[in-house]
Structure formats: C-alpha cells, structure tokens
C-alpha cells in the first residue's frame, strides 16, 4: 500500500504548454521509498519538494546512483498508458544489480508509477501532442566517506511534461579516442556514471560542428554500438541492422520495439556487428542507407550527415524513408490507432 | 574572503578515538561554495549539517561528481600540515574538466581547505595515531531531468577523523573479464561513477577468496593497471616498477611520491607497461618480488597473495621488505621527522 499525500494546488496553472524546456518542470508529486535494514520501508507518495540529504551520502561521493526513463501517452479516446514500463522495470533491476543495489519488487516499481500517474494525468491535455516522461531512480544514501556499498538508499519517481521532441536530422561523429563503455564494464546498465563520462566528448564533437558522436567498441574502435545517449539502427534494402546487445549497449526498450515492428513489416532483422568498413563501402557503393538513432525520447532520430574516420557521408533522410514507417507504426500503437499485439500498452 | 559560522559546540565531545568506523563522524563544520550564473559565489564555512537537494539535481541522475581525498596530520612538535594539496588540486581540476564541470581557483580549494582544518584541527590529538581524511567534492545541482552539463554546481569540504590504517597483507585476483575503465575513458578522473561501477566486481572477487581486484587494461587484459582504489607497485631487487600513466590509471599522489621517494633511495624506478606474462615468469624464476597498492588511506597495502589466470603467486611481505621502508620514509617526511625536501607539508 502506498499512503498517499495529495498536493493542494497543481503547478500546472503555471505552466505554459506551448513554450517549455523539457525536463524542468515537476508535477506536482514525488514518489519516495526508503531502504534500510535490509528492507524496503513503505512507499509514499508526497508533493513534490526538495529532499535532505546528508553531505556524506554514498550517491554524492562514488557514483551509486540509476535511473530510467520511459512516458505515459494519452491515446486518442482519452485512455492513459505507459509504454511497456515492465521492461523498464527489468531493465532496471538489471542496472541495480551491476550497482550491487538492491532491486525492487514489480509491484512498488509499477504500481508506483501507475499511482503516481493517475495523479498526475491531468497534466496530459486532450488536444496537444504532449506526454509525460517518468523518471525513476534510485541513489545510495548512506552518509559515509569510505568506499564501499551503501546499506541506505531512496527509490524516488517524479515526472515531468514532454513536448512533442521534433527531431531534426542530426549530424553524428563516429568517435574513436573517446570511450563511452567496455566490455565488462557498466555499459548495459543506466546509472549515472555513464552520462557525465559522455559529456565531454559530445563537446568536443560539437565543437566540430556534429550534434553527437556515434560510439565505437573500446577494444578496437572498428565496431559502432550506440548514438550517443540512443541506440542506434541502419537500413538498407529491406534490411534492418543494429549492434547486437552486450555488456557496453544499453537494451533500449525502443530499440527492442522498433525491432519487432520491423519484423512485422517483412523486414529482415539483423543485430551483429557493425564495422565502420562495411558503413563505408556500403556508402561507396552508393546505396541507399538510412542511418538513425532510436530512444524514448525522440524515438528515432534522423542522421542526415555521418563523420567515419574523416570522411562526411549522408544517409537517406527524405520522408518516404524506413525509419518514418516504423516511427508511425510505433506511435499508432501507442496512441490506440494500431492493434498493440504485444501488450506493450499499460493503461492506469 | 570565507564567510565562516563557528558551530556551537563540537561533536567531538561523543566521538570514541578508541573504537570508530572511518568515514561516519564528520568534524563540526563544511565549507560550501556555490557556482550559478557562470561564476563561484563567495565561500562559506557553516556548522556540518544536511543539504536540500532537488530531486532533479543533475548529480544524482548523471554522475557529474568528482572528489578528492587527501589527509592533514599533527607532527610531533604539535603543528598540522597538510599533504600535498597543490597536487591534489591540480587533480581535482584535472578530473573536473573531463566531467565539463567548472574549475575552482587554487585559492579557494587551498585556502579553503586550511581554513576549515585550522577549525578542525582540536580533532587532532596530540597522543595518538590519528589524522583528518579530507574530502574536497563538487557535485551538479541544476534541477533538470535532460542529459546535459549542468549550469549549477555545489563545492564543499568536509573532513573526518580517521585512525592508523593497519594494512593487513591482502589476497588480491587479477581480474581479466569485468573493466573499470578503458583508454579514453574516465578512469584518470576520481569522479563518482568509477567507484560504484567497481563495486560488483570487487564483490564477486570477495567470494572467490579475495579481498580486492587487481584490474587489467580494457583492451588485452594483458596488463596491470590499478589495484582496487590504489595504485599498484612492484619492486624486484633495486627496481621499483609501476604501471605507466594513461587515461586509465588515476595520478595518485601517495604513487608520485612513492616513486620520488624510491628515487632517493637510490632504487630504480621504472613506470612502464607491465605485463601478466612478465610477473609470471619473475615469480617462476624464484624471484623475491614485492607487490603492494598505494594510496592515500593506507599508504601502502602489502599484497601476499596474488591469483594471475587462475594460479596463486605469493609475493614478499616480510618485515624487512623495501616497501615498509618507502612507507616509513613518507611517514618520516609527513610528521617532521625527515626533511621535506619537496616541500610536501603545508602549515596550516
Ligand atoms: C545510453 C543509452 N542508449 C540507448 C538508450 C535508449 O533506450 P530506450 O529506448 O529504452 O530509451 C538510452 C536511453 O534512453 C540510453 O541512455
Ligand atoms: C582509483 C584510484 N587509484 C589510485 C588512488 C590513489 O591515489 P592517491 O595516492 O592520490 O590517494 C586512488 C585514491 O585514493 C583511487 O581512487
């Protein structure tokens, strides 16, 4: 049972939907679970305010810390789902158990959200293309300065609105000095760490004049393996190839969707490896090739310019492209317009 | 200028110097200095209590945090100093500019720091063995759910009582398959998301009978690069070897120190790639080989057993060792006895 403390007034009577930087406005309530003991504490649900914390908590000092991201649409009648939040959830226990973090039970993980978000969904207007992004986390927080796995941690969920993320084709930078994540490292896993190691080098990419970088394997910068903070995916012909999953790829929840739709398409899937020297002699040839990034936040993410090893090459990008079916395809099945086959739709 | 608000009474008066856990018991005050707008705001040392944090503050989503750790100790005439704080800042900084977090001027973490040990400094007691574990840190504050360097940034120092290390010859395993950090990566910063992505490893090594790993390079595995939180060193007759620097291995200070030392000593001190095949052999011949990690809370921890691919080797660690030797030569400088002659000690 999560005990309950709704917030006396909504934050949305100051929030202007048409004109918002994402990730900056809260709603109007907070999720919050203790563990100690060896056990998690009972949940609640709070408005949404800042949390104490001491100065010494593990999550400040060694990085202890993991997140997801996932978001509930409001679909054409009016129905409020989450997208296949229990992958998300898997995902996450995954994630905690490389950060020898406690894992959580489905139950505080998605009936959490669910609770959180029936409260919030009035924040999800009828007329605009806007949805809400969830975000659960976890962070150790145990105040103790010596090295060691935190005993003390807090689950939180919050959320927050998401406009319709227009993705502009972007420009990527394959990179091979910088390493994101490998082999036997965190890679696989959402916790903090991995993004602020990232930012430094999409600096230096952009100091370049790219958007992003598209990562390399650490062991020989010769394979692809993400877009920056997305999955990444090819086209060619009725071909889709994406790198295969290990230790330093995140299982994106829209990789593994998008994937599926494609195989219902009549596409064939191939998740392999993806040598920068077959990118290359495949541009060579002059073949058409659709090259995009996939994650919740743009879903894909058109790259309409792509630096290998020196050398500028341009994927198809025009509107008949792939990638655009199978963005549709997605999007129709949650909002309600296509059969979701797969269950992915959780309704509140 | 430091603003400073004395705390009432000191906390010291309930601390057992006979029987603590390190890294529990903060000393009675913090300094905090605040970055927003694109510059730090003035300095300020308060009475050590928590802090509010939003629950969308960027550090606790994408690890940009980095610390420091460095000790302060009473020599025996009575006056405190602190070691090598200059290097320790040009780390700092070091660390904060691949994490693209703001750096702070020498005389704020300087100053800052003697400012609060000269406040800190009763902890010391004149008697016994113990100093003051200092920990400078900065952590991302902007409240902001996107993937993005935060504008916003929290500086504190806080310190706490830490006692002898008694180094206990450990058993360490050269791990081969989990990575902490790879070439191009983040493992010269002492930011946060080292640490915990360290953890499980550490923890699968425990059960097999290890109390740490001793971690390879994330291309090959065939070489030596860290063990544990420490710098790794070896000595083989007169010859001190230590693996070399790269964007791998962490600048330790307790290393450059070590090695200056070793240098004094008339040894030779050679920082080069060192392979696994190269110390399997050494101890095939029956070489006497001394194999220890270094680093600012133990200075040095003897190693006695050392699995490499699944054999155990057994380094030297009797008491006439070289590396108690080094030990006691750093010890000898940090508390008056021996001549400073690179000006490590900085009065308080
Ligand atoms: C590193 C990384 N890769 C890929 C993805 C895509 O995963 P998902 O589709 O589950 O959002 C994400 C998260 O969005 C990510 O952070
Ligand atoms: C990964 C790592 N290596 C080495 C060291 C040793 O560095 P220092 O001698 O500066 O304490 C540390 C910190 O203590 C560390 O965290």
Known sequence: MINIQKSKRSMKSNFNYDDFVFGVQPTDHILLCNYKDGSWQSPSIMPYADIKMSPMSLCLHYGQTVFEG????????????????????????????????????????????????????HWL??????????RPFMIATEPRLGVKVSDEYLFCIVCTPMGLYYSEPVRLKVETEFVRAA??????????????????????????????????????????EEAGTMNIAIVIDDRLITPKLSTSILDGVTRSSIIQIAKDL??????????????????????????????????????????????????YTANDATMFKLKKQLNDIRKGRSSDKYNWNWFI
């Not at 965190?186 to 598209?214: E, H, L, R, S, T």
Request: glycine share 10%.
């Open 125 to 134: 207007p009828e007329e605009q293309e806007i949805n809400l992004y969830i």
């Open 266 to 315: 009549g596409m064939i899937v191939e998740e392999r490896k993806v040598q920068l020297q077959e990118l290359i002699d495949e541009f060579q040839s002059g073949k058409k090739i659709e090259i995009f990034g996939v994650g919740t936040a743009a879903v894909i993410s058109p790259v309409k310019c792509i630096n290998i090893l020196g050398t500028e090459y341009y994927p």
């Open 70 to 121: 996932m978001k509930a649409f409001r679909q054409d009648n009016g129905q409020v789902i989450i997208f296949r939040p229990d992958k998300h959830f898997r995902r996450f226990n995954a994630s905690l158990e490389r950060m020898c973090m406690p894992a959580v039970e489905q139950d505080l993980f998605i009936e959490g959200i669910k609770e959180l978000v029936r409260l919030e969904e």
């Open 183 to 224: 082999e036997g490292g965190v890679g696989y896993a959402k916790c903090g760490g991995n993004y602020g190691a990232a930012f430094y080098p999409a600096q230096q990419a952009k100091i370049q004049g790219y958007d992003q970088v598209i990562w390399t394997d650490a062991k020989t910068h010769e394979y692809i």
